[in-house]
Nanobody, 115 residues
Framework: QVQLVESGGGLVQPGGSLRLSCAAS????????MAWYRQAPEKQRELVAV???????NYADSVKGRFTISRDNAKNTVYLQMNSLKPDDTAVYYC?????????WGQGTQITVSS
């Protein structure tokens, strides 16, 4: 069983920045694909960014150029740096860990972008 602990959420003004962190338990983090998803009220959960075990990244069109996903395998942690935040980025953000067909989720952290 893999446990994921997210941190870094909160309230930020439009145009501001936040960095989310997700720390994973276990010994196989470096082999896992890691991703961030988000779910806004009354909307489906959507993929925000993914980083493979090799470090390849992919982003939703809505966040390209503003968000950066990265990982530190020595710390079993994945990050999401979010810049130029918009009100439309308001959502609960979830960390996702996937390895050999099994997926695990964090508890979610609220991001609210509002003036």
């Amino acid at each position: 069983q893999v446990q994921l602990v997210e941190s870094g959420g909160g309230l930020v003004q439009p145009g501001g920045s936040l960095r989310l962190s997700c720390a994973a338990s276990g010994s196989f983090f470096s082999l896992a694909a890691m991703a961030w998803y988000r779910q806004a009220p009354e909307k489906q959960r959507e993929l925000v960014a993914v980083i493979t075990s090799r470090g390849d990244t992919n982003y939703a069109d809505s966040v390209k150029g503003r968000f950066t996903i990265s990982r530190d395998n020595a710390k079993n942690t994945v990050y999401l740096q979010m810049n130029s935040l918009k009100p439309d980025d308001t959502a609960v953000y979830y960390c996702n860990y996937e390895l050999v067909g099994r997926a695990y989720w964090g508890q979610g952290t609220q991001i609210t972008v509002s003036s």
